[in-house]
Structure formats: C-alpha cells, structure tokens
Nanobody, 125 residues
Framework: QVQLVESGGGLVQAGGSLRLSCAAS????????MGWFRQAPGKEREFVAG????????YYGDSVKGRFTISRDNALNTIYLQMNSLKPEDTAVYYC??????????????????WGQGTQVTVSS
C-alpha cells in the first residue's frame, strides 16, 4: 500500500524557518515527479514546489520563489521543503504528492496520483 507521510510542520514566528519532510513507502517513486501543495482555510489547494524525478529540475509557485527550496533523496524515498523567511500568509496545511505519469512536475493538482495526509504550518505575525 502506497503511503506518503509528511512531518516537520509547526508554529513559527514570521521570518523564521521550517523544514518539511515527506517519506514515501509501499513502493519507490524514484522515477516520478513529486511536489508540495498547500491549502489554507477557505482556499483552493495551490502548487508550492515541484521536483523532477532525479532532482535536476525544480519549480516554484510565485509566492514562494526565493524563500522555499525543494529537494529529494531517492535513496531514502523522501522529499523535503526548506521554508525560510516565512510569512503569515504561508499558514496552511502542506501536502506532498506524487505524479506517476511524468518525470517533470506539473503545477496542476489534478495530475497527482498519491497524496499525504498533510502537516500544519502556522506562521504568527
């Protein structure tokens, strides 16, 4: 059974940093793109960052460019999201996801096949 488990969320002050992790189990995803999305209350789920199967290409949503960094360790079947200079508007539940159909990540939430349960990130002002 495929399982994605996020960790690393929490409460942080504005300007602070957090590092999220997403560990995959049940099968290997080393050939597939993976991504991070987030969803704030009352808002649609939005693309945050994506990474190609080998980590060679990364993509970011406009609101996080220059502040967040996505990376992956295929040996551990894990991806990460380093979040710096956090802002109150970054407050959301953060989800990791796998797109089995391609090696380059899509920004479209509908393209992803497996999702984690999410981890809450709260940034206080």
């Amino acid at each position: 059974q495929v399982q994605l488990v996020e960790s690393g969320g929490g409460l942080v002050q504005a300007g602070g940093s957090l590092r999220l992790s997403c560990a995959a189990s049940g099968r290997t995803f080393v050939r597939y793109a993976m991504g991070w999305f987030r969803q704030a209350p009352g808002k649609e789920r939005e693309f945050v960052a994506g990474i190609s199967w080998n980590g060679g290409r990364t993509y970011y949503g406009d609101s996080v460019k220059g502040r967040f960094t996505i990376s992956r360790d295929n040996a551990l079947n894990t991806i990460y999201l380093q979040m710096n200079s956090l802002k109150p508007e970054d407050t959301a539940v953060y989800y990791c996801a796998v797109d089995e159909s391609r090696g380059i990540p899509s920004v479209d939430v509908r393209e992803y096949d497996y999702w984690g349960q999410g981890t809450q990130v709260t940034v206080s002002s």
